[in-house]
């Protein structure tokens, strides 16, 4: 059985009740602030204020990490392929190798590492030993280490909770990707980072296929990672694999409708200016699929809920930019190679802003969210009663109310 249910965040910048605030991202500062606003929650990402002319690294750092020897290399391939995993591998690597770009644009990724730690406040127990799987540059990490989101912000006196970093022994932050994975360790270095919870880094060598042993993780987490992987009911497989007899496993990946207007604006601007169509926005799940999987691969009492975060830039251009620095370019095996034609794009511009463009001159970008929970089957786990077992019919009580 699969609940569909949300809770609601501590300190939520989105959510689908819209509330009525507004949320602003400075890119230099690396800031996010609220601010009251008549209009509904949409973030505004002034990101014209960077200059458009970002270089990465030099090649010759990506190629070096290229050449690194794992302990561990995948068995086969998927039986079935949509991505091809070394462009996005280099796309990470790509998106490591410039820290200053990759930080100014981590804002959706820090966002949802925080609403995904702030799940383990539903769940009164502590985890000796934590995957963090797709970790990127370990966002869950710095969440943790973080403020307790129950803390009453309008009453600074009150005796602070500890971070949730305390329910955690070991953090493994696993990743693809070497140069994102240490893109921070520096300022967040491998050993104890706060309130008793120890950080460990591990490549990995095919994020598609696991190298842990089985039941060796009291929970698993992973944020943003999930829309990427080939065979996601394999990949879920492994995760219920590794985990302990009654332990969780909490996610959260893009899905649905996710930049349905770049999907569309650019599939009508390459339709008038070429004649046809080549994929630019990934296939992405279905919320109504998910729970699916979740149940098909031996998940239990699960719980599947989604939110849209709608982000506001000033046009395409910026949001193409970030989606690049973000490291969540385009990496489908049928994709048209090389850029996108200057005609076809200053189209998409227009049509963009024709379709869905704001009062205020800006464009929305919809990001939907799909987040999940199941654990991982146990005897002593609830179960719900054999059909048939009931004492008390349900219209006979609320009759008799």
């Known amino acids: 059985m699969t609940i569909f249910w949300m809770r609601p965040p501590k300190h939520a910048l989105f959510c689908d009740a819209r509330p009525n605030l507004d949320l602003n991202h400075q890119s230099q500062g690396n800031a996010l602030r609220l601010r009251p606003t008549s209009r509904r929650m949409r973030p505004y990402l002034p990101t014209a204020c960077r200059p458009n002319n970002v270089q990465f690294a030099a090649r010759s750092s990506i190629q070096q990490t290229a050449r690194r020897t794992y302990a561990f290399q995948a068995s086969g391939t998927p039986s079935f392929q949509v991505f091809n995993r070394r462009t996005k591998w280099l796309q990470k690597e790509r998106s490591g190798a410039n820290a200053t770009q990759s930080r100014e644009v981590g804002y959706l990724k820090d966002e949802m590492a925080k609403r995904v730690s702030e799940r383990l406040l539903d769940i009164k127990r502590n985890f000796p030993r934590t995957l963090d799987l797709g970790a990127n540059s370990c966002n869950i990490a710095r969440a943790l280490i973080g403020p307790n989101p129950d803390n009453d912000p309008e009453n600074p006196s009150s005796t602070p909770l500890p971070p949730l970093a305390s329910k955690i022994s070991e953090l493994v932050a696993a990743d693809s990707s070497s140069t994102l994975l240490y893109r921070d360790a520096d300022t967040l270095p491998d050993g104890e980072v706060g309130e008793g919870m120890k950080l460990t880094r591990q490549v990995l060598g095919d994020e598609e296929t696991l190298p842990f042993e089985p039941q060796s993780f009291d929970l698993v987490l992973s944020s943003l990672s999930m829309h990427w992987i080939n065979d996601l009911p394999g990949y879920l497989a492994q995760i219920n694999n590794v985990l302990k007899p009654d332990c969780p496993f909490i996610g959260a990946m893009l899905g649905g409708d ?62 193409m930019q970030d989606l690049q620095a973000m490291g969540e370019s385009n990496a ?6 090389g850029a996108i034609s200057r005609d076809v ?57």
């Open 345 to 401: 794009l200053l189209a998409n511009e227009a049509i963009y802003r024709a379709l869905h463009g704001n009062e205020d001159g800006t464009i929305p970008a919809t990001f939907r969210i799909i987040h999940m929970i199941g654990w991982r089957e146990s005897p002593d786990q609830p179960k719900p009663l054999p059909r048939g077992t009931g004492e008390i019919n349900m219209k006979d009580f609320f009759e008799k109310k």
């Open 332 to 337: 489908i095996l049928g994709r048209e190679m």
């Open 258 to 319: 996710t930049l349905f207007e770049l999907r569309t604006s650019l599939q009508l601007a390459e339709q008038e200016r070429k004649g046809g169509i080549s994929p630019h926005v990934s296939p992405l799940a279905d919320v109504r699929d998910v729970g699916g999987l979740l149940q098909r691969v031996g998940f239990k009492m699960l719980t599947v809920d989604v939110e849209d975060l709608i982000v506001d830039y000033p046009d395409t251009f910026a949001l």
